[in-house]
Structures are given as C-alpha cells and as structure tokens.
C-alpha cells in the first residue's frame, strides 16, 4: 500500500519562513494549507485505524509522518529551528510550536483600537471571542458595552433584546455608514461656510473718498 500523501496538482503557496509571534497565524494557515494540499495533514493529530496495521500501512504512516515533519521544519527560520528539531514526529513539532506563538486561544481581555476601523475591531473581537471557546452574543453584547467601542454603537445594541451575531455586525456597519455621511456633511458645511465669507469680504463696495 503507497502513502496516503499525494502529489499536488497546482503549485504549491510560498510559505516565509516563521521568525517570531508576530506572523504566527499567517504561518499556522499556511502550513495547513500546505499539508493538507500534500495530503499530510493526518499526521499532525497522529490518529490512525484502530486496529493493527500491517508492516506496509506502518511504513506509510512512518513515511508520512516523516515528511510531515520536514515541510514543518522546512519553514521555520534559521533561528528556531534548532528549538523545534529534537521532537521525533510531527504532531509534537506542531503542539510544540503552537503552545510558544498560539497566544490568542487565552486571551480574555479585549480592547478597542482607536487607530483600527470599527468593523476591524468587531472582527477581531469575534475572532478572540470563537479563539477562546467563548463565542456568544451575551459576550459579544458585553465586550461592545464595555470594551471601549463607540457609544452610539454600544447603545444601538443596547436597545436590542437577544440581538443575533447578524445583528450587531448589521448595527456595526450602520454605525460606520452613518459617520461617513457626517463626515460628508461636516465637509460640505464647512466648504460652504469658508466659500460665503470668502465671497461676502470680496463683494464689499470701495468707500469713495470725496473731494473738497
């Protein structure tokens, strides 16, 4: 029996080489991505048949294994792959690497960016929220309320009862809507504004200086 990995039939992503927990998330997808395209991906949960498995299925799973392994080291930078190379088989490098970067599954708190759009914000939100096992609209409700977000938006869903998912993210874009048409306005009073006292300095009449 041949391995279950299998040669990809498009090219495969380019993955940077993962240097810190700052490009961890981007790494952590694009690894799978590229497992799962090569058929490799198994060997990470390391589950396999129950029953015993004959010496060419044993091969194969050693094989796969194998290779799973190297792809994951194989995109790692010169700086942490000696942290990572003494773990035997895949699933350890992968648990190993996940429990130094994969910060965000514990994270609890949130805090509103204000150098971040809003709806930027709400996803990240939704996201540290579904990261932790904790997605909820109660959450969700509470974190708006008190996570720093606008108050025209925390009162908005306020003032809805057992308001859905869809809800609030519908809320939230009326919310961004809304500012952009002020600010719009805002614009046009204070061009019209400057134009006026502009035009009324310019249409003031010369005062005529008589003769004696």
């Known amino acids: 029996m041949s391995s279950a990995a299998v040669k990809p039939e ?3 992503l380019p993955v940077a080489p993962l240097d810190g ?6 790494w952590k997808e694009s ?4 497992l799962h395209t090569l058929g490799l991906a198994r060997a990470l949960s390391e589950e396999y048949e129950p029953e015993r498995p004959t010496v060419e299925k044993q091969r194969a799973r050693e094989r796969d294994d194998a290779l799973c392994r190297g792809h994951i080291l ?3 930078s010169d700086r942490l792959l000696p942290l990572y190379a003494h773990h035997a088989t895949a699933g350890a490098v992968w648990r190993a690497v996940g429990l130094t970067y994969d910060l965000d599954a514990g994270m609890d708190v949130f805090r509103y960016d204000e150098g971040t759009p809003l709806l930027e914000n709400l996803a990240r939100l939704q996201a540290t929220l579904a990261a932790a096992g904790k997605l909820s609209q109660i959450l969700m409700r509470c974190s708006i309320e008190f996570g720093g977000f606008p108050s025209e938006m925390a009162r908005e869903v306020d003032k809805v009862p057992n308001v859905s998912m869809a809800g609030i993210w519908k ?3 009326r919310q961004v809507v809304s500012d952009r048409v002020g600010e719009v306005q805002r614009h046009a009073r204070y061009t019209t504004d400057g134009q006026g006292s502009s035009s009324s300095d310019d249409s003031r009449p010369l005062k005529r200086v008589r003769q004696g």
Do not use: K, Q
């Not at 927990?21 to 981007?26: A, F, I, N, P, V």
């Not at 690894?31 to 590229?34: G, P, Q, S």
């Open 74 to 76: 194989a995109m790692l």
């Open 31 to 34: 690894v799978l991505l590229r």
């Open 10 to 12: 498009l090219p495969l």
């Open 171 to 173: 809320i939230a874009r």
């Open 21 to 26: 927990e700052s490009g961890y998330l981007r």
